[in-house]
């Protein structure tokens, strides 16, 4: 039997691996997520919207974790290019809603609504932006995931 393999698309910018999370699923959205260090050994459901019990999470609280997460990450390096200071009651609450598709199959949209004590909208916003520019779920997910970002 022949391999067949998926067409991975290439950017055009040089990566070097600071870090790699190996994560193994079975069983899909009512199955199980393991890391390979243990840390994460996780139950999933469907949601109830999908026809689950929802009594466990689920990929898209799973994915809104963490991107939120990481977004405030990229927003405390944002914040110290633009010589700002990121308070630590910084928040970023991630909405990650899953429908279907024109074209049939399921498709995600987000929105990341993010507060910032302290700052100013205007200084808040760019904040937000060159986060957006740098968090590497921003990148990886830019052109295929739509994104709102909302300032509060």
Do not use: W
């Not at 790699?20 to 199955?31: L, Q």
């Not at 026809?51 to 609280?61: A, L, R, S, Y």
């Not at 809104?64 to 110290?80: H, K, L, P, Q, T």
């Not at 700002?84 to 009651?89: F, Q, V």
Request: aromatic letters at 6%; a positive charge; glycine letters at 10%.
């Amino acid at each position: 039997m022949q391999s067949r393999f998926i067409r991975v698309f290439k950017r055009s910018f040089t990566f070097k691996p600071l870090y790699t999370a190996n994560v193994t699923s079975t069983g899909g959205r009512s199955g199980k997520s393991v890391s390979s260090d243990g840390l994460l050994n996780i139950e999933l459901s469907l949601p109830k919207a999908l026809g689950g019990k929802e009594d466990k999470t689920n990929p898209e609280q799973l994915f809104a974790a963490g991107y939120s997460a990481c977004f405030i990450g990229a927003m405390g390096v944002a914040a110290g290019q633009l010589k700002l200071k990121l308070d630590p009651k910084s928040t970023v609450n991630a909405l990650v809603h899953i429908g279907s598709g024109e074209k049939g199959g399921f498709m995600l949209k987000t929105e990341l609504r993010v507060h910032i004590p302290g700052l100013s909208k205007e200084d808040a916003t760019k904040v937000v932006e060159q986060a957006h520019m740098i968090c590497p779920y921003s990148v990886a997910t830019r052109g295929a995931l739509e994104v709102k970002l909302t300032v509060i």
